[in-house]
């Protein structure tokens, strides 16, 4: 049962470039929805994250839009670079209970 | 501030067998997480411990269990392996009265052959 849905799969973009990752949720109780960044042979590392009072955070770089209406939520990398080359994963919490993760995003930044 | 900790790094187990996976948790962190993540995959959540108990359970057989000791550190363990349960055992800690924020630790990888 996935309850978060992530697109594209993959993802190709020229250095420079804005890379653009979608998420889409059910459970309207998720509460709190973080992205993780995770490099081969490494644990997710906790990149930004949102809560639905609020339809955009930004962080350096990185961008969360988050839609409440519409049940989706995407994350932005402006003047993406090589070094961003991860795989990327959306999740959802409902308040002290577990993460749900997206089936994640593999980004390739072409320099 | 130490952040998770895990071990071990690499595990190769024969179908059948029973393996013991371990977690520190970052300095401060009374919750512990465990997911397992296959191949190509998103992190699925197997159980969470908070204050030596399994406090929230995911979709997977009673063959995995768990433990809290009072430093907050962790113990995952499954008995009779499966060529299915090949993944990366993943350990995540957070403050569970404090945030919400959950910070992963590097994983073990277990190879069942």
């Known amino acids: 049962q996935q309850q978060v849905k992530q697109s594209p799969q993959s993802l190709i973009v020229q250095k420079g470039g804005i890379s653009i990752i979608n998420c889409a949720y059910e459970?309207?109780?998720?509460?709190?929805f973080p992205w993780y960044q995770q490099f081969p042979g490494k644990g997710p590392a906790l990149l930004i994250a949102?809560?639905?009072?609020?339809s955009e955070k930004k962080e350096g770089r990185f961008t969360i839009s988050f839609n409440k209406s519409a049940k989706q939520f995407s994350l932005h990398i402006m003047d993406s670079q090589p070094g961003d080359s991860a795989t990327y994963f959306c999740?959802?919490?409902?308040?002290?209970?577990?993460?749900?993760f997206g089936a994640g995003t593999i980004l390739r930044v072409k320099s | 501030e130490t952040g998770v900790t895990q071990s071990p790094t690499h595990l190769i187990k024969t179908r059948g067998q029973q393996v013991t996976l371990r977690c520190s948790s970052q300095s401060g962190h009374n919750t512990v997480s465990w997911y397992q993540q296959a191949l190509g995959q998103g992190p699925q959540f197997i159980f969470q411990y908070y204050r030596e108990e399994e406090n929230g359970r995911g979709n997977f057989p009673p063959r995995f269990s768990g433990l809290q000791f009072p430093n907050y550190s962790s113990e995952l363990n499954v008995n009779a392996l499966e060529l299915d349960d090949s993944a990366l055992y993943l350990c995540a800690s957070r403050a569970m009265e404090e945030a919400v924020e959950q910070f992963f630790g590097p994983g073990t990888r277990l190879t069942v052959l």
């Open positions: 459970n309207t109780a998720f509460d709190y």
């Open positions: 949102i809560r639905p009072d609020v």
């Open positions: 999740a959802a919490q409902e308040y002290g209970n577990k993460l749900v």
